[in-house]
Nanobody, 115 residues
């Protein structure tokens, strides 16, 4: 079955960096779009970044220039490099796989940015 396992979250001061990883299994990773979403307390889940099977990327306006999504098809892993973190980036970050129009989610990893 499809499994997405996130890691790399934690507590960081404003201006710092974190790198999230998502290890995928149970499907053909290389041909499917992957993404990162986040959900802050009291807010809806929102798209942070996504990458297509061919490596094209898309970012939310709020993270452009600070975050970078990438994928390693040999390792079935997608990454989110987060730089210049702000307190408003605090949220649970979820890995997402879009497989034949169905969305799959990881369990989430907490990112907390202190001011």
């Amino acid at each position: 079955q499809v499994q997405l396992v996130e890691s790399g979250g934690g507590l960081v001061q404003a201006g710092g960096s974190l790198r999230l990883s998502c290890a995928a299994s149970g499907f053909i990773f290389s041909i499917n779009p992957m993404g990162w979403y986040r959900q802050a307390p009291g807010k809806q889940r929102e798209l942070v970044a996504r990458v297509t099977s061919t490596g094209n990327t898309h970012y939310a306006e709020s993270v452009k220039g600070r975050f970078a999504i990438s994928r390693d098809n040999a390792k079935n892993t997608v990454y989110l490099q987060m730089n210049s973190l702000k307190p408003e980036d605090t949220a649970v970050y979820y890995c997402n796989a879009l497989i034949l129009t169905r969305n799959y989610w990881g369990q989430g990893t907490q990112v907390t940015v202190s001011s």
